[in-house]
């Protein structure tokens, strides 16, 4: 058995495959690739996907019992998870959002999701020697999405603008090249200068 483990865990192929059917997933976020645990789609994208707060989650399994190939359980962290969105057919994926509970299966953008797998995935957390390490993730994830989005707009535009930078003319290319052959000179001549002040010559 542990050699099928190797085998399976070794072969790219088989990794690739037996990652997709856990849920784990590689996706970039903002030019960085980024592995986590998160949803894979059955079908054609669809604009809206499923995300289950984890974080409001009380492991009720009504999701799981109701769609069964579209939702998982979490046994770690005894909370549900979209495995597959749109995993199984629209009515029993809304007989399973209506019938949580505490209204943890939200509707979300589908470009937001990746986002959102992403901060509710358990991080850890920093600690000062055995004190206060662990694993965190934030409250509120909603909220937390919001302002990492906040924040990588700048970045992006930061980015788009330094590329446009770097692109130069032949003029400028010209004029740079002048400039740097003008101050090579002037360099050059207070050099001799003032190596003639010092010989005498």
Known sequence: MLN???????????RKEYDSSIGRISFGVFGKEVEAFGSTWNGPF???????DENACIGCRQCVEQAGNTFVMDEAFGTARVKVQYGDNDEKIEISVDSCPVNCIHWVDKEDLAVLEHLIKPQPKVGYGIYGQGWERP?????????????SIPKQ????????AEKETPAQAKARENAYRELKKGSFDRIWSWMKKITGK
Do not use: C, G, I, T
């Open 4 to 14: 099928k483990v190797y085998e399976v865990l070794m072969k790219d192929d088989l």
């Open 46 to 52: 669809r604009p809206h996907a499923l995300f289950v």
């Open 139 to 151: 409250a509120n994830v909603f909220m937390a999405a919001k302002s990492f989005k906040k924040e």
């Open 157 to 164: 535009e930061n980015q788009r603008n330094a590329k446009s």
